[in-house]
Every structure is written in structure tokens, then in C-alpha cells.
């Protein structure tokens, strides 16, 4: 199958740590030269997610302390600013939620791959030494990403898909999904247990009610009062607005005893009273903090009631192809609040960035 390629592509270039003016839109961006072990995906649609805008801002800095925003931080340093804690090169095309279709194999890969629908795993692992964590890098971050119309990609990171879900649908998966499965494989969640889901009518929190009700677990999910609804048809089992007074106690009255699991993409002040309403050995998992990430620990409530805290970052590729069989099979749904054009990248992370949409925001050429 032959494809034509042009020279040159539509991109969106990041030119440092700030709002979203430091997006510049060009249309005269040379399109990636692949290596051996890489394939050209021309990028259908791309989803929003945290880390676009927190590496915008600079957010990832140990200096900035505070809740995510959309402006940058003017006290983040330039050599800690990646969630990798390492140094951004500019210019950076970001975009980790790339789905599309391959228009060339290197030739290190299987050329029947050209012309199938694809989707992106975001982590890259390296290539000599995959299980060094410390190797790891991220699309969009480390390297460049889908906010272009071309990408460059690992062979062994993308994945054809078979599906009747669009692209702008498939585009909703890759990063928010992946972390949340990931979150769900770290704390080893199964059928029964009562598990918390904190931010749950965004991204990451929407496709953990979905993956945790796969698992048969009992799912409370707390989000915002005018978003309850939306949630609760997403799948969990009770919903509790973020405004009362105290959430985790809430949930721990509704359960009638001790919870078993907390998925928290939050942070912020509430962290101490998640880890209250853990029963003895419960599990503390994050993957986010756009509350805030400097929270109070008391260290006896950790070790006295034996729990367990876990981060999820970085996965083993095997989780991103069980995601994909989860696809295929339709035993989940995507959930998109709003699309927009690549044009309207500015306005869709103003939108973003006010969490007033339920699931993820999606880019689309």
C-alpha cells in the first residue's frame, strides 16, 4: 500500500512554560522522518489530559506547591519541569491520547501495518532495558506528540484497534485509561471490595468507575453536585457531591464500615481523612493531584492501620494491550464531554483546565 506523505504538516508547537499562548499553530512543521523501529501515524484525533497542561505550566517543578491552573507557574524550574522530573526541551509537540492510522513502517516493523487503525501507548519504555522504570519517557513529553497532524511513534507502542468507535472516541483512551487501569492493577482491586473514586467525572476518574465496576467492585464516586447524574450513568454505585462537608466520611457512613480502596486524582486537603476511612491494610492509590500535591501524613495513622500507599506512572506495555482487548470486546465505553477542532487547541484547554465537562476533551484534524 503506497500512501502519499507531504513534507510539511500542521502542528502545535510549545515554546516554554506558561498560558496557553506559548501554543503556537503552524502549518509549515516538516513532518517527522521515522527511524528503524518507528511508524508515521497521521494523527486523526488527539485527547486532552492533566499532562499537557501540567507540563505547560510547569506544574511537575518540586518548587510549585499548589493546586494545577492554567496559567504557568513562575516559580518552576526549568530542569525539574517534566513528570519525569527532568529537563523539557522546546520546541515540544505535546498530545499523549493519539489515535490514527500508519502511513510507514520502519524496517524493524511489520509493514501490514500500514493503513490500520492505531492507538498510541503512551509510556515508552526503553527500548534495551524496558523494565528500568528510570528509562522510561512519555509521549508528548520526553518526545513528540499527537497535537499534530503527524507522529512519529515506537513500532512497539502502537496498537491496531478493531472497532466501530470512531477516532474522536478512541482518542479518549489511551492516557486517562491506562492510568487508571494501572491504578486498578497496583492495588490488585477484586470482585466485593468497596473502592473511592475521587475526580470521577473527568478522564481518568470516569474510566475507573467503568474499570472498577468491570472488576465487580462496589464503587463510590465523588464529583461535583451538577455532575452527580452523569456519573452515576456512567456506572458507579453511589454518588456523593464533592461540596459535602466531609466526603470520606460520608462514604465510609453510606458503606456502613471501613472502605477497602481510594483512587485519587486529587489530593489536596482531603488526604488525611482518605486515609481515616481505610479499613486496617486498605490501599491508598494516586495518579494525580490537581487539588494539590503537598498534603499532610501522619505517619501513625500509615504504619498503625498497616495501609498501603501506591503511585501509578509508569506501566508495563502487557496492561496497555489488555486496555486494547477491553475495547475490542465492548466491555467499556468512552466517555467525551466535548470535541474540538486542532484549530481551537487555546480554547479546548481554557475548557479543560475549568472541569466543568464530564470525561475527556478530544482534538480532532
Known sequence: MTIEIPSKMRAALLHGRGGPEMLELRDDVPVPVIQKDEALVKVSACGLNNTDINTRVGWYSRSVTSATANSGFEEAQVEDATWGRSGLQFPRIQGADVSGYVVMVGDEGDQSFVGKRVIANPCVRDKNEPLNRELAGYIGSERDGGFAEYCALPIRNIHAVETNLTDIELASFPCSWAAAEHMLQRVQLEAGQSIAVTGASGGVGTALVQLAKRREAMVYAVASSQKLDRVKSVGADVVVARETANTPAEIEALNGKKI????????????????????????????????????????????????????????????????????????????VGKVFNFEEIHEAQRIFTLKEHVGSIVLTF
Open 260 to 335: 477497602d480502596v481510594v483512587a485519587d486524582v486529587v489530593g489536596g486537603e482531603d488526604f488525611t481523612d482518605w486515609l481515616e476511612v481505610l479499613r486496617r491494610g486498605g490501599k491508598y492509590v494516586t495518579a494525580g493531584a490537581i487539588a494539590g500535591p503537598v498534603v499532610d501524613l501522619d505517619l501513625r495513622t500509615l504504619y498503625l492501620k498497616d495501609l498501603e500507599l501506591y503511585g501509578a506512572t509508569v506501566f508495563d506495555s502487557a496492561l496497555f494491550e489488555d486496555l486494547v482487548g477491553y475495547i475490542e470486546r465492548g466491555e467499556v465505553q468512552p466517555q
